[in-house]
């Protein structure tokens, strides 16, 4: 500990987020009290504008909207599939959102779309739609409210926090609480039923593990499924807020023992995502022991394996680079001048498991696990195999700022594409793992 990372006592231990950069307290406050609280705008990285292209783009505004559900009724609305919906990213639910999306359909179709709390504007045609990773980065506009903290103190706090992300030229990577579930944290453990060939359990967890932090009605047909394998009685019971988890009951119902039927129900991104889930709360664990061995974040030690940056600031992951005593001088004055970053594995059937001590925390976490990259290989739902790939340790911020408001505070700043806002506001919060 001697580089002076904070130990989180939280319940984000939980999915292996272990550990603060700063020292410093928290300010403490939630996030999200009102959508308009955490403003999203995508960077986009948009199509040629093609006339009479196969696609329509356009951007979207929604304001308390989560991306799966808006995109299932943006196709019922058009009388399309889902999958000829496209885009770039997975926005927060409680949260004013813009992105840009693709439409695969004529263009007139467009104004058949009434969807409340839903503005879509500056249309164009395309020949080619928007695809998970078509965009440079996210900026965001944040409010921290009910903050713990005096308010006299808060300026002290943001800048010594601000000090420390400088200093190593950005925060700990983690995935975000969001990738898990904040009320309900159980998208990895439903992953990992799925890369052990367990179906069953992985639609059992999904539709009936409890959360701490749900409604009563939820939490009372959770228990009734968990409880009774006749689920007739308690699919009447369910809310709408349970929408998918009653699409797997319904098929069960329906077609008993057909678990993997039930998941292919799910949007195929969905159905993804519980696998990348698990193998972010693994990238989660392997990082939270690199700091917790006191190993830095913004300089390489032998084994480690770095990322190059290309003149746009984007990972060449094509380009790995193992840190060894011949060139760790030179990939150290890489890392200070920000034009490369120290990364962990993002373990997956093809990983690449760093040497040296690195790879030795990669390889205890694994074992651990009990598993191995033949399990990421998903016989059935080969949608859902993952080769793995490899992720930088810290993520770095620009444009950050702050204003102190009458009740707490706003943060604004940019992001690159696949990074957490929630990971950032942690350092300055603290908070409870709900509080996000």
């Given at each position: 500990m001697?580089?002076?990372y904070k130990e989180c006592?939280?319940?984000?231990?939980?999915?292996?987020?272990?550990?603060?950069?700063?020292?410093a307290d928290g300010t403490g406050g939630r996030l999200k009290k009102e959508p308009e609280d955490f403003i999203v705008s995508e960077i986009f990285d948009k199509p040629e504008v093609v006339q009479n292209g196969r696609f329509v783009i356009a951007e979207v505004t929604t304001r308390n909207w989560e991306t799966n559900r808006l995109v299932r009724l943006l196709s019922k609305n058009l009388g399309i599939s889902r999958e000829r919906v496209g885009f770039a990213?997975?926005?927060?639910?409680?949260?004013?959102?813009?992105?840009?999306?693709?439409?695969?359909?004529p263009a007139d179709l467009m104004n058949r779309i009434e969807l409340k709390d839903v503005e879509i504007r500056n249309l164009y045609t395309a020949r080619r739609g928007i695809q998970i990773g078509d965009l440079k980065g996210n900026i965001f506009s944040i409010r921290v409210r009910e903050c713990n903290m005096q308010k006299d103190d808060i300026p002290e706090t943001i800048e010594s926090v601000s000090s420390a992300i400088k200093k190593v030229g950005g925060f700990p990577n983690y995935f975000g609480v969001q990738r898990f579930g904040v009320v309900r944290p159980i998208t990895h453990k439903?992953?990992?039923?799925?890369?052990?060939?367990?179906?069953?359990?992985?639609?059992?967890?999904?539709?009936?593990?409890?959360?701490?932090?749900?409604?009563?009605?939820?939490?009372?047909?959770?228990?009734?499924?968990?409880?009774?394998?006749?689920?007739?009685e308690a699919v009447k019971e369910m809310p709408d807020s349970l929408s998918f988890e009653k699409i797997l009951v319904e098929h069960i119902i329906s077609s008993p023992g057909d678990w993997k039927g039930a998941i292919e129900m799910l949007p195929r991104n969905l159905q993804m995502m519980f696998v990348h889930a698990y193998q972010s709360y693994l990238f989660n664990k392997m990082l939270s022991e690199r700091m917790r061995r006191g190993i830095p974040l913004d300089s390489p030690i032998l084994g480690d394996v770095i990322i190059p940056l290309d003149a746009n600031r984007i990972p060449q992951h094509e380009n790995p680079i193992v840190t060894t005593?011949?060139?760790?001088?030179?990939?150290?004055?890489?890392?200070?001048?920000?034009?490369?970053?120290?990364?962990?594995?993002?373990?997956?059937?093809?990983?690449?498991?760093?040497?040296?001590?690195?790879?030795?925390?990669e390889?205890?976490?694994?074992?651990?696990?009990?598993?191995?990259?033949?399990?990421?290989?998903?016989?059935?739902?080969?949608?859902?195999?993952?080769?793995g790939s490899r992720r930088e340790v810290l993520c770095p911020v620009s444009d950050l700022s702050h204003r102190i408001l009458d009740e707490g505070y706003e943060?604004?700043?940019?992001?690159?594409?696949?990074?957490?806002?929630?990971?950032?506001m942690r350092e300055f919060m603290k908070s409870e793992m709900e509080k996000y």
């Open positions: 001697s580089l002076g006592r939280t319940a984000e231990a939980d999915v292996g987020m272990s550990f603060y950069l700063s020292g990213g997975t926005k927060d639910k409680r949260a004013v959102t813009t992105q840009l999306m693709s439409f695969e359909c439903v992953g990992e039923y799925i890369i052990r060939g367990d179906l069953e359990g992985a639609v059992r967890c999904y539709v009936s593990d409890p959360a701490m932090f749900e409604s009563e009605d939820s939490a009372n047909v959770r228990k009734m499924l968990a409880e009774d394998d006749n689920w007739s005593s011949s060139n760790i001088d030179l990939v150290s004055r890489q890392i200070r001048s920000k034009r490369a970053f120290v990364t962990i594995s993002l373990y997956g059937s093809d990983s690449v498991i760093s040497d040296g001590e690195m790879g030795d925390i390889n205890s976490i694994i074992k651990a696990e009990r598993i191995s990259a033949k399990d990421f290989i998903v016989p059935g739902l080969s949608h859902c195999s993952s080769k943060m604004n700043f940019s992001l690159p594409k696949g990074n957490y806002a929630t990971c950032l």
